[in-house]
């Protein structure tokens, strides 16, 4: 089926370490984002793409690095994991970041950092 | 800081009854979505909503823009236990979204 694909679906991290949340989208979307969503808090950005090449920092990137080297993929990496970054993080991809687009998520990575 | 401000926070129903949700900022936006989101799963788009005024509808969902486009509601006509999720609203500015209303529909 055609969307946004995460991997892995869960894992546990010991402090200090690193590691890559990988996502895939197979609907030749241009821009591309990453969230992390914390009870009460919502979806906060981590960071986003608006194309191959191009990506920019959202509202909460400390700790985390993106790039963007082929438009289906949008990988996110924490450097050096803290318990803070014990959330579950969402890819999400859309046509355009302009108006009314709307996104679409895959279905999340739950990440304990321990 | 939180650009969107969604109440209530929690919200729990009886199948049958209707609910109201809300999404409100200071700001004017040029566009805002509603997403429900279910557990274990990823926000799904369940409509945009763009000129101040608009009403559409989704089934028995209702979406309304405020006229001055810094508000919206969604309405649920005789909730069903399949409505229950978190539903968020979103806008274009900063790629923000509200910290959502929880709704649960008892059977």
């Known amino acids: 089926n055609a969307g946004v694909t995460q991997t892995p679906k869960f894992q546990v991290l010991k402090t200090g370490q690193s590691m890559t949340l990988q996502c895939a989208q197979d609907?030749?979307?241009?821009?591309m984002s990453w969230y992390r969503q914390d009870p009460g808090m919502g979806l906060r950005l981590i960071h986003y793409?608006?194309?191959?090449?191009?990506?920019d920092q959202g509202e909460v990137p400390n700790g985390y690095n993106v790039s963007r080297s082929t438009t289906e993929d949008f990988p996110l990496r924490l450097l050096s994991a803290a318990p803070s970054q014990t959330s579950v993080y969402f890819c999400?991809?859309?046509?355009?970041?302009?108006?009314?687009?709307?996104?679409?998520f895959g279905s999340g990575t739950r990440l304990t950092v321990v | 800081t939180q650009l969107l401000e969604q109440s209530p926070q929690f919200l729990s129903i009886q199948e049958g009854e209707n609910l109201t949700v809300y999404c409100n900022s200071s700001?004017?936006?040029?566009?805002l979505q509603w997403y429900r989101q279910e557990p274990g799963e990823g926000p799904v788009l369940l409509v945009t909503?763009?000129?101040?005024?608009e009403v559409k509808k989704l089934k028995r969902l209702t979406f309304q823009f405020g006229d001055a486009r810094k508000d919206s509601s969604l309405h649920i006509t005789a909730a069903q236990p399949g409505d229950t999720g978190l539903y968020l609203c979103?806008?274009?500015?900063?790629?923000?979204f509200g910290a959502g209303t929880t709704v649960t529909v008892r059977a």
């Open positions: 999400a991809s859309s046509y355009s970041k302009s108006v009314g687009y709307g996104y679409t």
């Open positions: 609907m030749n979307h241009e821009y």
């Open positions: 793409s608006v194309g191959a090449g191009i990506t």
């Open positions: 700001s004017v936006f040029s566009s």
């Open positions: 909503v763009v000129t101040g005024g």
């Open positions: 979103s806008n274009d500015y900063k790629l923000s």
